[in-house]
């Protein structure tokens, strides 16, 4: 990828705002406004005034910072509340961040789930726009905005094809604590992470790292040094750990929000738990390999379809559940853990479609045809 003209960007720093962490991001720290007139030089001035770049890390980050954003959020009561980071993406009017950037997710000002009235976006000429939510989903933590006159520095960011691997350098743009344009490198910790989301229910599929993430990242790419986004960034979990919602996950759900403005997640109405060696123990498994049903919700897509636990055992003085079902596999692919279960689900298949899943049940294995729902709405 070659490398791109950088254009000046401003030092940000944000005005006294709301106790942290109101809109899911950085509280803006004190000192400016939205003219980002400070006198610090930026990143991409000195980036601009220093000899050829010998590293190429400083290669991807001027191939890649001029389409990363600084997005704040506004409510008409309080003022900006809050800020984070976000790409540019798709054909250059889109931007992708976080749904709990432009999200009032805990209903600390505004009805849980509302999205904040006035969202305004930083390029790295310096120039503000005001954006537009195209759609979000908080099942994913995902959004999508819409921006008009894009700057033409600011070229749209490609996610990666494929998976990234253990060991991979990675690095993450954006603004944390409101320190615009900045970058932290690391590795690819690990994968296949899931996260906490709405209901209980998880974010499959995501990547951890030990670049340094912190708030004011979230929605910020995670490139690798060919440039291509790996992951959006979601959190920092704590000292050399954050994570990032994963490419593949990416692409799934933000064309959807750009075409209809939602994305629907495929639901089986079931409760679920990896199989552990007391639950292998009772069920008469050889290995705690699969996921077993807990429960199976009333007159939801598994209902009549698997089998739920339907009593108690007790093994070593502890009470464990037997009779439900062990799922070992779904449309032709081994799942060995509640992990892999929900991967399937999200990238493979969409609410309506009919999957066979393999199952243990009273010690045999047979295949049933589950046709699956959508999730009930977050905010419900």
Do not use: K
Request: charged share 15%.
């Amino acid at each position: 990828m070659g490398t791109e003209q950088l254009t000046r960007r401003r030092l940000l720093a944000a005005a006294t705002g709301v106790a942290a962490g109101v809109a899911g991001c950085n509280t803006p720290r004190s000192g400016t406004s939205d003219s980002g007139n400070v006198s610090n030089p930026n990143a991409t001035e000195l980036l601009n005034s220093s000899p050829e770049s010998q590293s190429v890390y400083t290669d991807v980050y001027r191939q890649t910072i001029d389409s990363v954003v600084l997005i704040r959020v506004y409510a008409d009561s309080r003022g900006r509340v809050g800020e984070g980071s976000g790409f540019v993406y798709d054909d250059g009017r889109y931007i992708v961040t976080n749904e709990h950037v432009v999200t009032d997710t805990r209903g600390a000002i505004l009805e849980p789930g509302t999205i904040f009235d006035d969202i305004r976006v930083q390029f790295t000429d310096g120039q503000w726009r005001t954006a537009g939510v195209v759609g979000t989903d908080a099942y994913s933590d995902l959004a999508v905005l819409e921006v008009p006159d894009v700057p033409d520095s600011a070229t749209p960011l490609s996610l990666i094809g494929g998976e990234v691997a253990i060991g991979q350098p990675v690095i993450a743009i954006g603004n944390p604590l409101g320190y615009t344009g900045s970058m932290t490198t690391g590795v690819v910790s690990g994968v296949d992470r899931s996260l906490p989301a709405r209901n209980n229910f998880r974010i499959p599929d995501a990547i951890q790292t030990d670049a340094p993430v912190n708030p004011g990242n979230s929605g910020g790419p995670l490139v690798t040094l060919d440039g291509d986004v790996a992951g959006v960034i979601n959190s920092g979990g704590g000292d050399n750990i954050g994570f990032a919602i994963s490419a593949a996950l990416t692409n799934r759900v933000a064309p959807s929000l750009i075409e209809t403005g939602d994305y629907q997640h495929s639901f089986m109405g079931v409760s679920l738990t990896s199989v552990t060696p007391l639950i292998a123990q009772a069920e008469g498994l050889s290995d705690a390999d699969g996921v077993y049903i807990a429960d199976v919700r009333p007159n939801g897509p598994a209902s009549g379809v698997l089998q739920g636990s339907t009593e108690t055992t007790t093994i070593d003085g502890v009470g464990v559940p037997t009779g439900g079902d062990v799922v070992v596999g779904m449309g032709g692919q081994t799942i060995r853990s509640q992990e892999e279960l929900s991967t399937y689900l999200a990238l493979v298949t969409s609410p309506g479609d009919t999957i066979p899943v393999e199952v243990i049940r009273d010690g045999r294995r047979t295949t049933v045809q589950l046709t699956l729902g959508e999730r009930p709405e977050p905010y419900a």
